[in-house]
């Protein structure tokens, strides 16, 4: 795995947080029905992918790619959980707790699939 | 527009991709970068966003439009991962997922509002 650097986490941070905004305004200029759709956009894969290609080239851009997706597949999978699970315990706890829980979730999942997966 | 709900969406936005990045290096699990890839960071803020202006009920309304979002964004990962499996090109997988990202979608969101028309008469 490549070296971290400030620059590239810059350009990354910025890049990022740029895509969900920009998708958040274009939204926001549709209405409803368009604007749902690209409240959904997948702003920060699209945004990792995107930044993947400052670091490596050719093949290894192929393959780093594919990891990144198969770590996304599995992400989205742990988001619909977590979105339906947003919308219980919002309903029942507030959504402040709700939300904290939902997102710890989330991230607990996340971790263990992940370590898992790396003894298989 | 509101100027923090911009900001917090910036800053959840970047952060997800810098933290992605930073994981998929530091730890030893390959596939834990492409989760953090896949942060649900766009849904986190909007219900935060919501939950503060309008109380816990329209959050989780929120929260339930956003499950149809995350079926759209599978399929778009999904997409970009046959893709680049099958073509090996990487621009044309891009292009090619968020072409199906998009006609997902359109898809799911004429599915739920058939689904909303239907459920109206019954409530009457």
Known sequence: MGALSISGIVIRFLLGGGAVVASTIISRKLGSKMGGIFAAFPAVFLAAL????LDVKGSELVEKSIVLSQGAVVGMLINILCAI??????TKQ?????????VAGWFLVSII???ISGYF | MDGRDLLFRFLFGGSAVVLSDVTAKLLPWKVIGGIFAA??????VAVMMVGMKKGSKEAAKTAQGSVYG?????ICVLTVLFSLQFTQNWWGSFIFGLVTWFASSLFLVHIREHKKEKRVPSVK
């Open chain 2, 70 to 74: 995350m079926i759209g964004c599978l």
């Open chain 1, 94 to 102: 507030g959504w402040k707790r709700g939300l904290t829980q939902s």
């Open chain 1, 85 to 90: 699970a947003v919308v219980y315990f919002c």
């Open chain 1, 50 to 53: 995107l930044t993947l290609r």
């Open chain 1, 113 to 115: 699939y992940a370590v």
């Open chain 2, 39 to 44: 942060f649900p960071a766009v849904m986190v």
